[in-house]
């Protein structure tokens, strides 16, 4: 039989490797829950249907809860997090258009590189990775003329919260857009779109919202749309041009307009959406508030049961990102191989240090079903294991940090 005939022959598929429970402590993808994959896997449903229909108003709906926005302009994109930096440079960015860009870690400076490819004149603004962007600095960057300025809310690479107090005024007064990556802040970090004066913004499902990754929730005000209605030339990306999938997504504003048929723009990844909307459901069911407060009181009790171990956090208290700890690594340990040990030998997942920080830091996510006493416990215990003792004080850290 020739080589072509035997993989036509039927019964030959190879094994398939099976895939093992992990608890994902790490920068994304965080834990899913189980109502989350249930809900994963109802039946596929046409992305027309009445039902579905009714689906993408629940979720859209759900979203502005997520957001704290009024904006009928928002939806879940068909693309993981990066999709939606696209999305958003993309759409609100014109060729020679002036932009303030914050950079101080790895999520900063992917935007500032999509940025440059959209025709950008970019005013980058940076801070050392590890700490915030001086307000200030972004302020006095902020010169007549401005387009945009893009801040990343929750830098992933650095676990720093960069504060936006000041900057939707100063963008207002020069008729600049205030853009946001919110992919790890969203639901575990205070932050309001309407609230906060944000134009538009960007996040990722497998992050805080604890979904599997592959859609990219994103949110655009009045003053975002309108500059997208004015622009000289179409947006250079069909796919993520928000007035085609507009079309699909947004139902009409106006109550007593007559509904707008949604026309086809995308094959909707259907089941992908029953995840996010239940997962939304969850978010909403605790109350933002509510969220914000555990995971900065999950943030913090881990952070001081790892100090036992001696693990210091990067970031100065008042810049420190909830969902994500950052911590150096104790000097004489090898990460590497702990991290690999903790994976293997325990199941769980933290990841390392990104670019200058490879090999100095370790990232721990704090995010949504991962921010709570359960999970961290355990991965105390299996640090204790691994590092050969400190599980009693480390555990005891713990629960102060949790009781205060
Ligand atoms: C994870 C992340 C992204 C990218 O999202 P993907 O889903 O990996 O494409 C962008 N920005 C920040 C701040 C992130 O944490």
Redesign the pocket.
């Known amino acids: 039989m020739s080589a072509r005939a035997r993989t036509h022959a039927a019964g030959t598929a190879p094994a398939l490797t099976p895939i093992p429970e992990r608890l994902l402590l790490g ?2 993808p965080s834990p899913v829950p189980r109502s989350v994959l249930d809900a994963l896997a109802e039946p596929t449903i046409g992305h027309l249907d009445p039902v579905f229909v009714q689906v993408m108003e629940e979720t859209a709906a759900l979203l502005r809860t997520a957001f704290d926005t009024a904006n009928p302009a928002t939806l879940p994109l068909s693309t ?4 939606g ?1 696209d999305a958003l440079v993309v759409n609100f960015i014109e060729p020679g258009d002036r932009v303030v860009c914050g950079v101080n870690g790895l ?1 900063g400076e ?1 935007m500032a590189d999509a940025l440059t490819r959209a025709g950008a004149e970019l005013v980058r603004v940076e801070a050392p990775w590890g700490r915030a962007l001086a307000v200030e600095d972004l302020l006095a960057a902020a010169e007549p003329g401005l387009r945009a300025m893009v801040v ?1 809310h ?3 690479s650095t676990g720093v919260c960069q504060p936006l107090d000041g900057l939707a005024a100063a963008c207002r007064e020069r008729e600049a857009l205030l853009l946001v ?1 919110c ?2 802040s969203l639901s575990g970090q205070p932050l309001s779109i309407d609230g906060d004066g944000v134009d538009a913004a960007f996040s ?1 499902t ?2 805080c919202l604890n979904c599997p ?1 592959g859609l ?1 929730p994103f949110t655009a005000g009045p003053r975002a749309l309108e500059r997208l209605g004015a622009r000289a030339q179409p947006p250079r990306s069909w796919y993520l041009d928000l007035s085609l999938v507009g079309a699909y997504w947004v139902g009409p504003t106006d109550p007593d307009a007559a509904p707008r048929p949604r026309t086809y723009h995308h094959t909707a990844p259907v089941n992908l959406i029953y995840g996010l909307r239940e997962a939304l459901r969850l978010v909403v069911e605790e109350g933002l508030a509510a969220r914000w407060r555990r995971h900065r009181r999950a943030h913090e009790a881990l952070r001081q049961a790892l100090g036992v171990f001696g693990f210091e956090r990067l970031a100065p208290a008042e810049e420190a990102l909830a969902p994500l700890l950052a911590l150096r690594v104790p000097d004489g340990l090898d990460e590497a191989d702990l991290r690999a040990r903790l994976l293997r030998e325990h199941g769980i997942e933290v990841s390392g240090g990104l670019g200058p920080l490879a090999g100095q830091i370790w990232r721990i996510g704090v995010m949504g079903v991962g921010a709570r006493p359960d999970p961290q416990r355990r991965l105390v215990q299996a640090l204790a294991d691994v590092l050969g003792g400190g599980a009693g004080e480390a555990l005891s850290a713990l629960q102060a940090g949790w009781e205060q």
Request: overall charge neutral.
């Open positions: 920068a994304g993981t997090g990066s999709g930096m999520f992917r990343i929750g830098e992933t990556d992919v790890t990722g497998q992050k990754p990219s």
